[in-house]
């Protein structure tokens, strides 16, 4: 892979290279070309930010399992997925995705911190490697591929987001995958397109039904909670028993 002048240069400079991992097949295919990279595995960090029962079964394991021994770091939100949104009285939406703030970005940001600080030999330089890609939305082909995080560039930290497969596609990703030896996630096997929570705002019909398969007790809970704070999962409004119920009859 082809990395960016400026990334070669904070990498020269013994800067930490945070590499962000869902679990998922863009993670997955950005560690194993990172690695292949010749990156020093001393610069090299895995960092996840677990979502705890709203998460896939398997994925802290997963992560280890195909991470070529590189020290994992796993961020806890302060509160988890259910607390939030009884919290706000509602889910997050896509506007407004509160559980990317506080159960992802926020709790990942914090343990890097704590490792820069922890480590002073990175002279507070660090690079977060996300496996965003254009493909997947017109906002995310949009985005920059090396940019400075102002808002963790402070008080002589220089902060860098970097996006080092931006240009894969889906077949892409998995036949990098493949030939480092290695399968994706068992959910995907399973039949779902996406690897974050379980039953995500931003699930597709087909992965919402996928997920009430594999997790009929999490989906309970879900609905139970829809049916406490009188708010939706869904972004239209319907809830969850009635969606899939549509789904089943159509």
């Known amino acids: 892979m082809r990395i960016p002048a400026d990334i070669t240069d904070l990498i020269e400079r013994g800067a930490l290279v945070a590499i962000n991992h869902s679990g998922g097949k863009d993670s997955q295919a950005m560690s194993i070309r990172l690695v292949e990279a010749g990156i020093p595995r001393d610069q090299l960090l895995i960092v996840h930010a677990t979502l705890g ?3 896939w079964p398997g994925t802290i394991s997963h992560i280890r399992k195909t991470t070529f021994g590189l020290p994992p770091v796993i961020a806890r939100p302060r509160r988890s997925f259910f607390e ?14 509160q559980c990317t703030s506080d159960q992802k970005r926020g709790p990942i940001e914090r343990e890097l911190r704590r490792y ?4 002073p030999r990175f002279a507070g330089r660090i690079v977060s490697a996300m ?9 995310r082909w949009s985005r920059h591929v090396v940019r400075l995080n102002n808002r963790n ?13 931006h240009e894969l596609s889906r077949r892409e990703v998995f036949d990098a995958i493949a030939a480092a030896g290695q399968e994706p996630h068992w959910a995907y096997g399973r039949g779902m397109t996406r690897l ?12 919402l039904r996928c997920a009430a398969r594999l ?9 139970a909670l829809e049916d406490e704070i009188g708010h939706t999962l869904r972004p239209d409004g319907t809830n969850l028993r009635e969606t899939l119920n549509r789904l089943d009859a159509a």
Do not use: H, K, Q
């Not at 997790?215 to 609905?223: G, I, K, Q, V």
């Open 53 to 55: 029962d709203v998460e």
């Open 84 to 97: 939030m949104v009884r919290a706000r009285g509602m889910f997050p939406s896509p506007r407004y995705r």
């Open 116 to 119: 820069l600080a922890a480590n």
């Open 131 to 139: 496996g965003m890609r254009a493909e997947e939305s017109a906002a």
């Open 153 to 165: 560039s402070v008080a002589g930290r220089t902060w860098i987001d970097w996006l080092p497969i």
């Open 196 to 207: 974050s929570c379980s039953f995500c705002i931003m699930s597709s019909l087909a992965d």
């Open 215 to 223: 997790r009929p007790d999490l989906l309970s809970a879900y609905m």
